[in-house]
């Protein structure tokens, strides 16, 4: 195959790129989509763009937030204040105490003289013992709160219940169904029916599924267990090899780094490597297969490890669902799945 032949329109999509000057901010995948709208900088000024690249939200602020529930914090020259999808100016934020830092727990209370929140226990609390701990306190449909009473954190969910958690040196926002808890060197959680597992974990990750990766220490021997477990701190599975990496594939299957040039695919409900960790690259496709390669071959496979097809290249990447990123020593090409 000649890639220089197909070398051309790629550089002509980088130069369009570039004359247009503006970067999605999608570092680390933190950006948080509403109505597809995204950050964009164009002449370091930042607005929000819809998905063709289109300015919604004009790049006029020195720095912008992802819009969440409607309202996105921007600062411009100096001054904090939130705006609409419109671009419309809500409210001024004076300070972090300012009242609006609550505004997500105040639409519990809309139109109520009195507003209680209920503990577990069954427990009235006034809404007003409570303030949201930051700006963006709010995901997944629950808050994360500070009783002012009694310096405890608690997370609130759209029911009105509130559960609170003690005696932790951080606790964390809700992400992936559940909130990380840590105390000294050692991490549980809490999930979103107000189970709290303890603190035990020397390392916890929450996966975009609903497993979490745990580290646990096997007491009086130094070694650690890899455990798989379900939002209820379950043992669903245990990964017998060292772990380098975690990281989701589609479903229940994962894709695990044992070091730094050996990965696979494991099956959680099967307990074990169904693509076993032998290859230096490992990218996950959407349509439930993997390519994989070791450096002079890459490799299409799917989740049987049936191999499907074979390719001759030094570099290979999967854009999308259509094309693949094909290189050799000296360019590069779009390939046709």
Known sequence: MNLNKVLAPILTISILFISYSFIINNDNNKVIENKSLYTAKLDDKWGHIDESGAF?????????????????????NDEKFFIDESG??????????????????????????????TTESGEQIPATHFQAR??????????????????????LNKEGIVHYVYNTDYTYNFHDGIAKIQKGNLTGFINTDGKL????????????????????ENIGTG?????????????????????????NAWGDKLKIKVNENQS????????????????????????????????????L?????????????????????????????????LMHK
Request: glycine share 4%; net charge neutral.
């Open 56 to 76: 919604i939200i004009p790049a006029i602020y020195d720095k912008v937030q992802a819009f969440r529930f409607g309202r996105a914090l921007v600062t411009l």
């Open 88 to 117: 419309n100016k809500i409210h001024t934020v004076e300070k972090k105490t300012d009242p609006e830092y609550s505004y997500f727990l105040k639409q519990f209370c809309e139109g109520k003289e009195d507003c209680f929140f």
């Open 134 to 155: 930051s700006t963006f306190s709010y995901h997944e449909n629950i808050i994360t709160l500070v009783d002012l009473n009694k310096s405890a954190v608690a997370y």
């Open 197 to 216: 597992i303890e603190p035990q974990y020397s390392k916890l990750k929450a996966m975009r599924t609903p497993y979490i990766f745990a580290r646990k």
């Open 223 to 247: 070694s650690e267990r890899n455990l798989i477990l379900n939002h209820n701190g379950e043992v669903v599975a245990e990964i017998k090899q060292n772990i380098h990496q975690v990281n």
């Open 264 to 299: 696979g695919l494991f099956d959680i409900s099967k307990n074990k490597f169904i693509i076993p960790p032998e290859y230096k690259w490992l990218h996950i496709l959407d349509n439930e297969k993997v390519l994989a390669g070791n450096g002079k071959e890459w490799y």
């Open 301 to 333: 496979i799917d989740e049987n490890n049936e191999i499907l097809n074979t390719y001759h290249f030094k570099n290979m990447k999967a854009l999308d669902d259509k094309y693949f990123m094909v290189s050799d020593d000296v360019s590069f090409a």
